[in-house]
C-alpha cells in the first residue's frame, strides 16, 4: 500500500508541473533569457522598449528573431552603415520587419510561398496595404526559408519556440527590408528596365505608388530591340512600360497569380495569367523568376516584351522564348540600352533622414550576454504592471480552475491503482 501511495503521489506531482507550465507558459523575457544564442536580439529588442512592451501584451504574434551569428553578419550587409551610425528610424523598421501578426509555426508552412505581413509599416521605407511582407517555404529536407528584400534568404534553424504571447523562430540571417524598384533592379541584372524606367519618366511611379506589381523583361528581351527601343519617342516607350505595371488593391504575389486571372494595367490593357508545362505566364511571356520584393510591391522577371497592342496572344509552352511581339532591331555589339540612365547604385540605406541615437549600434554588437541581466528588472515590472491589470476575481478563477484540474487527475490516478 506504501508503495502504491509513494507511486500515486509522484506521478500525481509530475503530472501537475506539466499542467501548471501550459497553464503558465514562460514569457518572453524567460524565453529569451534561456537561450544565448539570442542573447543579441535581447539587447536589440529591449532597447526600443516601445516595441518590447507591446510584445508583452500579444496574444497571438510570430517573431522571427536572428541568432547572434546573424549580428555578426550585419557589417557586410547593405544594414550595416544604418547600425553602424545607429540609425534608429532604420534600425527600428528592420525591427518591425522580424515580427509578423498571427501565429505561423514552422509546420503551417509548405513548398508554396506563403506572403505574410509584418509590423514594419513605416511609409519612409514600405507603402505596401497592411505592413510590408516577408516570403515563406518549406524546402526539400523539411527546411524553412525566408525571403525578403534583395532577395535575402534566412533559414529558420530553431522553431517554434512558445511563450506567453506566441512563438519565436530563430534565424541565421537578419531579413533585408525590400528597397525601391531602382534599387533592387541592379541586385538581379535588371539595369535595362530600370533605365528605361527612369527614360520614360516612369522610375518615380514605380518606386513609391501603393501596391504595384511589377513584370520586368530580362535584360537581353531589351537588348534584342535597344536600336528600336531608343529611338522611339518617351511617350511611346512609356506607353509600352505601363503595360508592365498592374496597380490593385493588392500586392499580386505568384499564390494570387492563378490559370486565368485576367489584370488591368497602368496602360488600360488587360495581361492575362496561364500556366502550362510547369510555368507561368502573362500573356506570352514566361515569368523567369517570381516574387522579388520591392518597398511598394513586387515584381516578377519576364523572358519578352508584353505588348499593349496585342493583349489577347498567349502562350506557347513549347518554345524556350517566344519571339518578341514588338519589332525592331537591337545596338551594335548588342549593348544593353538605357543603362547610363540608371541612377549609381545605393549599396546601403539611406541614412541622411534618420535620427542618431545611442538605442543600438554596432557597438552594442558583443554585449548581449551581459545585457540579459540588466533586463531582468525592467522586464518584471513590465509584466507586474501588466498582471495589475487583471482584476482579482480573474487571479483567483484561474487558480481554481487549476487546482479543479489537478486534484481530479489526482483523484482518477489514485483510483486507477486501487488505493481509494
Known amino acids: ?4 501511495n509513494v507511486t500515486c503521489l509522484f506521478t500525481f506531482f509530475a503530472i501537475a508541473f506539466v499542467a501548471l507550465a501550459q497553464q503558465n507558459p514562460q514569457d518572453l523575457t524567460q524565453l529569451l533569457q534561456s537561450n544565448k544564442n539570442l542573447s543579441e536580439f535581447t539587447t536589440l529588442l529591449t532597447s526600443y ?6 510584445l508583452s501584451f500579444q496574444s497571438q504574434v510570430t517573431i522571427l528573431a536572428p541568432n547572434n551569428d546573424a549580428f555578426n553578419k550585419i557589417p557586410y550587409t ?3 552603415p544604418a547600425f553602424e551610425a545607429n540609425q534608429s528610424q532604420i534600425v527600428r523598421s ?10 505561423h509555426p514552422s509546420g503551417s508552412y509548405n513548398g508554396t510561398f506563403s506572403f505574410d505581413k509584418t509590423w514594419m509599416q513605416d511609409t519612409s521605407y514600405t507603402n505596401v496595404t497592411g505592413g510590408q511582407v516577408v516570403g515563406g517555404v518549406e524546402q526539400a529536407g523539411d527546411v524553412n526559408i525566408f525571403t525578403s528584400g ?5 533559414t529558420l534553424i530553431t522553431a517554434n519556440l512558445r511563450f506567453a504571447g506566441g512563438i519565436v523562430h530563430v534565424i541565421d540571417n537578419f531579413l533585408i527590408p525590400p528597397r525601391t524598384f531602382t534599387q533592387t533592379v541592379p541586385q538581379f541584372n535588371l539595369t535595362a528596365a530600370g533605365g528605361a524606367a527612369e527614360n520614360a519618366s516612369l522610375a518615380e511611379y514605380a518606386n513609391t505608388h501603393k501596391d504595384l506589381t511589377i513584370f520586368v523583361p530580362q535584360n537581353s528581351a531589351f537588348q534584342a530591340l535597344g536600336a528600336t527601343l531608343q529611338s522611339m519617342p518617351s511617350s511611346e516607350l512609356q506607353r509600352i512600360l505601363d503595360y508592365h505595371v498592374v496597380n490593385s488593391t493588392t500586392v499580386l504575389y505568384s499564390s494570387n497569380l492563378s490559370n486565368g486571372t485576367v489584370l488591368r494595367t497602368l496602360s488600360g490593357q488587360n ?8 510555368s507561368l505566364f502573362v500573356n506570352q511571356a514566361r515569368v523567369l523568376q517570381q516574387d522579388l520584393l520591392i518597398a511598394n510591391g513586387v515584381m516578377h522577371v519576364i523572358d519578352n516584351f508584353l505588348d499593349p497592342d496585342a493583349p489577347s496572344v498567349t502562350a506557347n509552352p513549347e518554345l524556350p522564348t517566344a519571339p518578341p511581339l514588338i519589332q525592331g532591331t537591337s545596338l ?3 549593348i544593353v540600352p538605357f543603362t547610363s540612365f540608371l541612377p549609381t547604385s545605393v549599396t546601403s540605406f539611406d541614412t541622411s533622414s534618420a535620427t542618431p541615437t545611442s538605442s543600438f549600434g554596432a557597438s552594442d554588437i558583443g554585449k548581449g550576454a551581459s545585457a540579459l541581466a540588466t533586463t531582468t528588472t525592467s522586464a518584471t515590472s513590465s509584466r507586474a504592471s501588466q498582471s495589475s491589470t487583471k482584476s482579482a476575481a480573474e487571479r483567483v478563477d484561474s487558480s481554481s480552475m487549476g487546482l479543479k484540474v489537478l486534484a481530479g487527475l489526482f483523484g482518477a490516478l489514485c483510483w486507477s491503482i486501487g488505493i481509494v
Request: glycine content about 10%; overall charge neutral; cysteine-free.
Open 49 to 54: 522598449g516601445d516595441i518590447y512592451a507591446n
Open 94 to 103: 528592420v525591427l518591425q520587419y522580424h515580427i509578423l501578426p498571427g501565429l
Open 271 to 278: 495581361l492575362t495569367i496561364s500556366f502550362a508545362s510547369n
Open 332 to 334: 551594335s555589339e548588342n
Open 78 to 80: 547593405i544594414l550595416g
Open 1 to 4: 500500500m506504501r508503495a502504491n
Open 150 to 154: 534583395m532577395g535575402t534568404r534566412s
